[in-house]
């Protein structure tokens, strides 16, 4: 009986993963979330949306580099949204192509598509965790199952899970 | 084998340096409470070529102390870095050391 896996790691430098349908519905989806607030118009500087000011942070602090901060936003903030919404191009059609066995998902990615995974991992999480105002408190343990309210912790604790796992099999560890 | 012309210019006084000296800019992450330990060690150790064992110094620096200065340079160099940070989703600043 082959060992249940998330990822591995494959001989071409590239990764072996292995979902159940529903955990590839639950990424597919929180993909379209994502893409949906990358779209065209997102704000600039994502000035008023906390869940974009933490994707697209100012670089300079300081209040008199207002005009250094404009002009690096205006260099960078375009290839910034077209990087993230790459990798959820590469995710979205990865999970597309994936094939069944078994009652599971199988996927194969290039070195370059994991980085991709990580990157969109990461991002549902910044995102998720802004929304949900997550603190390094946070106590997972205590929440209620049965509330309703408690799922999108469930979410963003096994994104995390899966993110951790993901980073592993990269480092190589 | 091509001259580089950068030998040269070591010996000659630069006049800009001198009025108004580059100050080096340093790159700062600061702590949240979303990213991964795991996570923040793997990005040092990619963008910045760091070891295992310097990235992780850094890491829990930005975890106990709530930031850490990643890398300095320029202003443009900073502004690099800054932006590749953001795109790895860690919340990065710049300053004048």
């Known amino acids: 009986v082959a060992r249940r896996y998330l990822f591995r790691r494959n001989r071409r430098g590239g990764v072996e993963v292995s979902l159940e349908p529903a955990e590839a519905d639950v990424i597919a989806q929180i993909g379209r979330e994502l893409s949906a607030l990358l779209s065209p118009g997102a704000e600039l500087g994502g000035a008023g949306d906390p869940v974009l000011e933490r994707l697209f942070p100012r670089a300079y602090l300081d209040p008199t580099e207002e005009e250094a901060e404009a002009d690096w936003q205006r260099l960078v903030h375009d290839d910034l949204v077209d990087g993230r919404r790459a990798a959820l191009e590469t995710v979205e059609r990865t999970l597309a192509e994936a094939r069944l066995h078994r009652g599971r998902l199988e996927m194969t990615l290039t070195a370059d598509q994991a980085e991709a995974w990580l990157a969109v991992l990461n991002d549902a999480r910044l995102a998720l965790g802004t929304r949900l105002e997550v603190t390094e408190d946070l106590d997972l343990a205590g929440l209620d199952p049965g509330d309703p309210d408690t799922a999108p912790y469930a979410v963003y604790w096994w994104l995390g899970l899966l993110q951790e796992h993901l980073v592993e099999t990269l480092a190589g560890s | ?97």
């Open chain 2, 1 to 97: 084998m091509t001259p580089t012309t950068a030998p040269d210019k070591v010996d000659q006084p630069d006049i800009d340096e001198v009025v108004d000296p580059a100050r080096p800019w340093v790159v700062i992450v600061w702590n949240d409470p979303i990213n991964l330990m795991s996570y923040v060690v793997y990005v040092f150790q990619k963008l910045f070529g760091y070891s295992r064992q310097k990235a992780t110094k850094l890491m829990l620096d930005v975890h106990h102390k709530g930031k850490a200065v990643v890398s300095s340079g320029n202003r443009e160099q900073a502004e690099v870095d800054v932006s590749r940070l953001h795109a790895h989703g860690l919340w990065a600043t710049m300053q004048r050391d």
